[in-house]
Each structure stands twice: as C-alpha cells, then as structure tokens.
C-alpha cells in the first residue's frame, strides 16, 4: 500500500476495484484547512478519465504489474509500436498513456515497458534522458544566468526551454516528467 | 521581487506584454473604485498581530530597533490579507474602502495558481450584504473588458466564458444536493451545534461513494474532499459560477445565517467566484458582532494549536474591541489580482506574471 502523499503522475493505482493510471496530480490546500492531493487519472478499463481528490496521507493500493524490455519502431496519431528483441512480437501502447515521455522517445532504442494482466500499459521512463539539440537560436557567451531561457529542439523533435548558452550539437539532460532542461550532458 | 524576473524580461518579450497588462488592470481597478468615491487606504505589511485563521499560514520576522540600551527585539508579522486595518478603518468611521497591496501566505501549494506573496484587491462596501458584492464584482468584470476592448465572450483555459451579467449564483447547499444528493443540513448535529463527520460519512457510505473515511477524519476534510471531488468539477464553466452560502464552519468572519431544517450558524453569507477551475475571489457580508466574533476566534485559535506545523504568532484582540467599538454594516470582497490577469490574459500560470 502507498501513501497518496507519494502519489505521482505515471503511478498506476487499484481504485474502487478498478486498475488507474495517474495522468496529473498536484498538491491542494483550499485555503479553507486540511490538505489534499488532486488528480487526474484513466481507468484502465474503461480509457475513461476522471478527476479525484484524495486526503493528504490516505492511503491507495498500488497495482502490480510485471516489466518487460522491448525496442520501440514507430508511433502513429493513437499509439505507439514496440517489438520484442528476441521473438518479434509487436505490442502497441495508446499514446495518452505515454503521455508527454512520447516526444523524448527515439525510435530503435529499448524501453522497459509496464505490463499488466499481460497487457503493455505504459513504460517505465527513466528520469532522464539525454538528447541532442537540433535547432536553436545562437548562444550567448557568458551568460550563465539561470533563469534566462530560450527555446531549443531535440533530435526527437520536443521543444524545451534552455540557458542561453546552449548551442546546436550539444547534448543536454532533459526530465522528461516535466519536460525540463537539468544540465549538459558530459557523453 | 523575484530574482530572475529582470533576466525573463530580457530573455522574454511576451513576460514584458503580461506584466504591462497586469499594470493596467491595476489602474482600471484604482479608476472603477475612485469612480465610486470609495477612499482608497494603505494598510501595513509588517503588523504586530494577525486574526487568528487556522487555514492559513504565515510568514514570521524579527523588527530590531537600536537604542543608547541596545537593541530592541520585537517579532513582526506580514499580513495575510488587508481585512483586519481595513475594518478597523471602517470601525473608525472611514466608510467604504479599497487597497490594492501585496499579501504573504505561507505554505501555499507549488502550483500554477498560487504564490506566497501575491497582489490583492480588497474592498469595503458600507451598508451593503453580500448580494450587492456579487453585483459590483460582475460591474468590475465588465469595466474591465469593456476598457481593455474585450468583447464579453472571453477565452481562458480553453472554456469560452461569457461574463455578461448576471452570473449564476449557486449555494453550497444546492451544489451538493444536485451533484451528490446529499442534503449537508441533514448532517448537521443540534446536539453539538455543528455539522457532524459521523452524520456526513453516514452519507457518503449510504450512496457508496470511493471516499475513505478514517478515524482522524474530520468534517472539514471530508467535506472539501467531496467538494473538490464531485462538485468543483462539475461546475458550469460557459459563465462565471457565484458559489455562495458556505459552511460557517469555514468561514470564522463571515455573518452567519440560520439553516432551514435547523436553528444555529450553519451557513454563512460568503461567496466565491469560480472561473474554468480558477477560484476568484472571496466575499463576506462581514460579521458585526463582537461577541461571536471572540468565539470564533477562541475556536480557531484551539484549530491553530494542534495544528504543529503553523508559526506561532500573536492574535489580533484589538479586532474583536474594533468591533466593540462598532463595526458598520459592511461586505467585503478579497479578490486575487494575479489571477484576474491570469483570466483576462489567457495565462496558464500564474508565474508568468509574477514579479
């Protein structure tokens, strides 16, 4: 059993006897007392999405699933395709599970997919990933300021906010939760 | 200030046009009020006590004054809200007010919707309830779109919102009775003159609702649990919604009105307005009586103490004496500027306006 206090997009949950997928969650205090956390989350029945505010420090059941390695091909508007290396077999994963890990993925590279009930439902993303920036405007020497941002794309093709340091060619660490620069990357 | 905001007005031509914006609101909001002869007041920031509300938290600091004795020590604290001085102004014979300033809560949830300092409007109406503050807060809405040459039909987190008036106005009870079928004055419990979690969870349980309920679990919680489950989502989003008659239970400053089924403070006479998710503002018809308004604050006061994680600070009894002293009949309206620009900007985040 999680507490919902550790309730975090990309969790999937056993909710009133049905297997969710949190797709966004966020703390919530009313200003009115007591504290909440707020999510949005797909039952995976159903491909339904419902809005749910669980007590701060409640507790939910975490569904158990299996993980399996398989190489990604292609995605399409609805889903996205994955082979396993050793027997060839295909399996699709709907791109709204995938969620915004969709525009870090790069074909030919090997994924750790989330399985249920035999079912591919998601995968398992690692908390970084490193990609080459494709197009962005020129850097600007010496300016290490954190905060001042310009926009970059990356060989996948996400747009992602950047320091105004970051040239073309460069690799750069991305979070892909959040979609979020986290430094270059030293590969 | 935030430290980077002069770097993003570098690096950000769009966060120059959000913050001109936000400037401009301001100045329509100085021009609607000063229209209306109300006195526009300056309240403190740092103040020596604060009213007691156990829902918020606060931010604490030291004032050091330096005399031929050394320094002298004092804890200062940065208001919440402009309420306490304005009704103080108002008890003093100022009559109808308004301040624009910055406010300070502490602890405020990492979200696109709050900061802990933020700009806020709250005005005064002497002589006026409630239901005449919904209407000056719709005149406000139109004043604004009409002199940023807006049409009434404005787009905000993808909803198309129309603001022409009059806005639908909704009571708690209502709310609940259309979207959960529970009646909340059935849970209230005359013997302890209050809405009781045991009567509320007997509710939840009954229409089988995928609410858990534990033993620590209190009737605020599980009441802003079922509201923010099944009714705020719920709400109509092609107009502004008026939320009214809250439990008084939530709302220690509010003027208290009785139920239908049973006699006590139920309900109080507050509203919020609602916008596509985005939580507007929040109105009394102030309450004038000092001796409830000294039992309330004994109440939260007592909510505050088991509450481990809040400062501690000193609570502000020369409000409860102001209103001794006589406080008008009067409503009030705290209204989040931020988020007034956020809706007539289209902004998602209340960080790209916050300098």
Redesign the interface.
Known sequence: MAQTDSIRKSMFIM??NEPYFITDA?????????A?T?VKMKNLNTNRVI?????SG??VEELSVNFKTMQYLFSDDSSSTFMDPATYEQASISNDLLQNYLQYMKAGESYILIVYQEQPISIKFPPQVTLEVTETAPAVRGNT??????EAIVETGAKIQVP?FIDIGEKIKIDPEYGTYQGRSTE | MNTSFFKQLIANPATKEQYLLKLQIIQLIRDFFRERKYIEIEPPILNNALIPESYLDIYQTEERRVGLDGIVRKNKYLMTSPEAFQKKLLAAGFGSNFAITRSFRNGEPLSGKHLGEFSMLEWYEQGSTYTNVMQTTEELFTFIANNLNLSQKITYNSANIDISTPWPRMSMRDLFQEFLSIDLEETWSPEDNAFSVKHLTQKVVEKNLPITVETSTTWEELFNQLFLTYVEPALPTEKPVIVMDFPHELSPLARPRPGEKHQGNLWAERFEVMIAGLEICDTYTENTDAALQKSTFEHEISKISTKKVHTPYDFDWEFVEALEHGLPDCSGNALGIDRLVMFFGNYDSILDIAA
């Open positions: 909710f009133n966020e703390f919530y205090s009313p200003g009115k007392g007591s909440f707020r809005p749910f505010t669980f007590k409640e507790r300021a954190n905060n001042a941002t310009k105004l």
